[in-house]
């Protein structure tokens, strides 16, 4: 990585990204493509298993001094397809922004049939390739899970900066509660999980409520923390949200 405020004198930081013990054998990154999205600094990692000559794709976020970090590594975010399929051996995104398009993201990616080095000059029918689609929910990026044994998180404390909380899960084989806890950690009156209505099928934006309550007013500007209870879901993301506008207040 180098950084520069004018474009002609550059700051080298070296290395910010390389592949390390949990990679398989023989892999390399061959690129990578950053975007911007909700605020976040995301990008997709190309990574070449040189063994299997096969590339698969990564998702990685710059971290609070703008060096990337990968999600879950070794959790493969786009893959490439079977033998048999069109893409069997090369999926990476194009170098754009995925596109939203009502509730879903797009992203348009070059798939491969052929192998990496599939060279005519050396007796190869070159790269056999096309264009494909993938769709992923809204802020469907990453996902918490829980069986059906259920399971529990709790976020750090957060600034209350909206009137309500949305979920993003899909809990369509279980349910999802929350609970919100005071600065010490105790569960606020009136907001615990005994109270909360659950959450039952797949939703993109599932307004929390406690006994029908759902308006935070009260609690602006505190610092509060959301305590959920998973049971058969997954949980994509929560958001503060704004009661008149619907927008985004964090």
């Known amino acids: ?112 049939k052929t192998l990496h080095w599939s060279d005519p000059a050396t007796g190869g029918v070159g790269h056999i390739g096309a264009i494909g689609l993938a769709r992923i929910r809204k802020d469907g990026w990453v996902y918490m899970q829980a069986g059906a044994d259920g399971g529990t998180l709790t976020t750090a404390p957060l600034q209350s900066q909206g009137c309500c909380i949305s979920v993003n899960a899909d809990a369509s084989e279980g349910e999802l509660r929350a609970e919100l806890l005071d600065e010490k950690g105790k569960v606020i009156p009136g907001y615990s999980l005994d109270n909360c209505y659950p959450l039952k099928t797949d939703a993109t934006y599932w307004k929390l409520n406690w006994a029908g309550k759902w308006d935070l007013q009260e609690m602006m500007g505190r610092k509060i923390s959301i305590r959920f209870q998973l049971t058969g879901t997954k949980l994509y993301a929560f958001r503060f949200r704004d009661k008149m506008s619907g927008t985004t207040c964090q």
Not at 63 to 83: A, C, E, I, V, Y
């Open 1 to 112: 990585m180098a950084t520069s405020e004018d474009f002609e004198h550059w700051t080298d930081h070296g290395e910010v990204l390389t592949p390390n013990g949990g990679d398989p054998p023989e892999t390399e990154f061959y690129g990578m493509v950053g975007f911007r999205y909700l605020g976040w600094s995301l990008g997709f990692l190309e990574m070449f298993k040189i063994l299997e000559r096969r590339l698969d794709t990564q998702l990685v976020r710059l971290d609070s001094n703008g060096r990337p970090k990968r999600f879950m590594q070794g959790q493969t975010f786009l893959d490439h397809g079977d033998w048999s399929d069109w893409d069997a051996s090369w999926a990476f995104p194009g170098n754009c922004a995925p596109i939203r398009v009502g509730e879903e993201l797009r992203i348009y990616y070059h798939g491969r």
